[in-house]
């Protein structure tokens, strides 16, 4: 893994276990707490995360100056112990001035380049809840953690946009998806300047010369969801005919890319509208969407309010890519991964969601889109060596997880015929909103609505290293 390059695969490096991970001594005789853990045990990053408690709600309260890119604040965490704890540990990478437990001044130190270990006064007992209090400043863009920063930082403000992790250059956390939490965000920038952020804008004031902007996200949220963009937007606001608030954001600076983006993003709440016929209601309370600045080409299904980077935009117009972004707020955001290995539930059906839409808008059926992919690539394509169900932490975004993540939603499709097809679709968010799911979930989950063995369809669109024999269209008959 040492030798892959790239910013992706550098991304990737930070979640590799640091070196303090194993622990070390810290049992205190007799007592029975010991340590959590340094990592929340995921095998594709076993520093992610951490174990021994589980956090309800974040509370951040900072400020950001564009023209140095300092970032200092407080976060307030309020945390579950899942056992009796001698110390435990936080992911973050900026600098700590302080940490109180329940009030009282704790110790910390670091390890690694992103671990904060905290001793409090006294051990936490099991299902104890307390406020955790890490008083923090730091330069996000200066932060190199696997020799790398996922901040961008832009002419007039800084984002934090990543996946599988961005939180640990703004906020402290215990950074997995399996511990899903609430947020609020609130970022003082200087008058003039905009913070957006996930959720509810619930309010904005400015005082001397600062602008404070107060955002809610409260449905449970994965920390790699969590977003900042500062900078100098436009914002535009609508209400959907469900009565959610739509906020959307577009950086002053897009250039040419400006018309695209708006014709695009604007259109969030008919995209919403159109995927709740597929999927069932829309799972959060806020939509929209922001473009800042940045160089980069990707798009990330943030929280209520994706990021799309304006390269998105470079070719016209680009509403598959809000489908594919909002698509995700059912299957990724509301079901999260279990573990990173279960990207699939994420972005095969986020993928698929774009076929779907196609489909609607004439531009081609998903069949015709799954026999173009099964067709454009001879068997020995390395395409076809990626595994979607376990793909490795390399090859997690790899576009096999993608297009041949759909496939085997179509080959799915015809199996078990539309009817069924489409229960299975609308009734997964439902049965897992809010929580978390593996691939292993989801194959059980549609052989129980289906009453289909689908195990060996399954293996072979998903678990083997080689392309299929059948095409997507014949293997339904098999
Ligand atoms: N979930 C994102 C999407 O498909 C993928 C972002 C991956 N890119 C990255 N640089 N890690 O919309
Ligand atoms: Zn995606």
């Known amino acids: 893994r040492l030798l892959v390059t790239g910013a992706l695969s550098a991304s990737l490096l930070l979640l590799v276990p640091a070196s303090a991970a194993a622990g070390g001594p810290g049992r205190s005789p007799g007592d029975g707490a010991a340590p959590g853990a340094p990592g929340i045990g995921d095998p594709y990053y076993p520093a992610s995360g951490n174990g021994g408690y589980d956090v ?3 509370d951040l309260r900072l400020r950001y100056r564009p023209a140095t890119d300092l970032l200092e604040g407080t976060a307030t965490i309020i945390a579950t112990a899942l056992e009796d704890l001698t110390r435990f540990n936080l992911d973050f990478g900026l600098t700590v001035s302080e940490v109180r437990v329940n009030g009282r001044e704790a110790a910390f130190t670091r390890s690694g380049d992103h671990e904060l270990e905290v001793t409090p006064v006294t051990p936490l007992r099991k299902n104890r809840t307390v ?26 403000g800084g984002v934090a946009a990543q996946e599988p992790a961005s939180a640990v ?3 402290p956390s215990n950074d997995h998806p399996l511990d899903k939490a609430t947020f609020d965000i609130s970022v003082a920038v200087p008058d003039g300047t905009q913070a957006i952020s996930n959720g509810v804008l619930r309010s904005r004031s400015s005082r001397l010369g600062w602008t404070r902007w107060n955002w809610r996200s409260d449905r449970p949220q994965a920390t790699y969801l969590a977003t900042l963009a500062v900078g100098r937007f436009d914002i535009t606001t609508d209400t959907t005919a469900n009565g959610l608030p739509v906020l959307n954001a577009y950086s002053r600076d897009l250039g040419d890319n400006a018309g695209a983006a708006r014709a695009s993003v604007e259109r969030t709440a ?11 209601p829309y799972p959060f ?5 922001y473009v800042p600045n940045v160089p980069s080409g990707y798009a990330l299904e943030t929280q209520t309010r994706p990021f799309y980077s304006p390269r998105q935009f470079a070719a016209g117009a680009n509403v ?5 972004e909002m698509a995700h707020q059912w299957y990724g955001d509301s079901v999260s991964v279990k573990g990173w290995r279960d990207i699939w539930i994420n972005e095969g059906f986020a993928r698929y969601s774009q076929w779907l839409w196609s489909e609607k808008e004439g531009e081609g059926t998903a069949q015709e889109l799954a026999d173009h992919v099964y067709a454009l690539r001879p068997a020995d394509d390395p395409f076809w060596t990626v595994k979607p169900g376990d793909p490795g932490p390399d090859r997690q975004f790899d576009l096999a997880v993608y297009d041949r993540g759909a496939l085997a939603l179509q080959v799915l499709r ?18 897992y909103a809010d929580g978390n799911a593996s691939v292993g979930d989801f194959v059980a989950y549609a052989e129980r609505i289906s009453g289909r063995q ?3 369809l399954f293996d072979t669109w998903l678990y083997q290293p080689s392309k299929p024999a059948l095409s997507p269209g014949a293997a339904a008959g098999a």
């Open 285 to 289: 309370n806020a939509l929209g969407g």
């Open 56 to 58: 309800s709600h974040y």
């Open 270 to 280: 008919e995209v919403v509208e159109w995927l709740e016929g597929v999927f069932g």
């Open 169 to 171: 250059w703004w906020f």
């Open 414 to 431: 015809n199996k078990i015929g539309d009817e069924d097809f489409f229960t299975v679709l609308r009734g997964w968010p439902a049965e």
């Open 454 to 456: 689908l195990a060996a």
């Open 320 to 324: 598959s890519v809000v489908v594919h």
């Open 131 to 156: 406020p955790v209090v890490v008083r923090y400043a730091g330069k996000p863009s200066e932060l190199k953690i696997g020799g790398w920063t996922a901040w961008h930082r832009t002419p007039d």
